[in-house]
């Protein structure tokens, strides 16, 4: 999330994978929750945990910023019935991760 307390978590997580003894490569840096769209007004963001702190991020640790994945209500509704967001069609999120991918 854009949040300061979760890019300190990300920032140590890219440090970890960096280190010469692991040598992960560091794809890129994606923003999850990075705004809530209501489905009743899908053209409206608000950015609820601050805003475009994973692409600062990713800048700062010259990593690629790979996009941002909106907080919607249908992802936590659909892993409750066993339905994956990656399976949903014509909604912001899967339009997000397309976007993404």
Do not use: C, W
């Not at 990593?63 to 014509?90: K, M, W, Y």
């Amino acid at each position: 999330t854009p949040q300061n307390v979760a890019l300190a978590d990300a920032r140590k997580g890219v440090a970890m994978f960096q280190q010469e003894t692991i040598n992960v490569p560091v794809l890129g840096i994606i923003e999850n929750m990075a705004y809530f769209t209501p489905e009743e007004l899908p053209d409206n963001k608000y950015y609820i945990f601050g805003r475009e702190g994973a692409k600062l991020l990713a800048e700062d640790l010259q990593v690629p910023f790979l996009g941002q994945i909106p907080l919607v209500q249908s992802i936590r509704e659909a892993g409750d019935i066993g339905h994956p967001a990656a399976l949903q069609e014509g909604t912001p999120l899967s339009e997000a991760f397309e976007v993404l991918t």
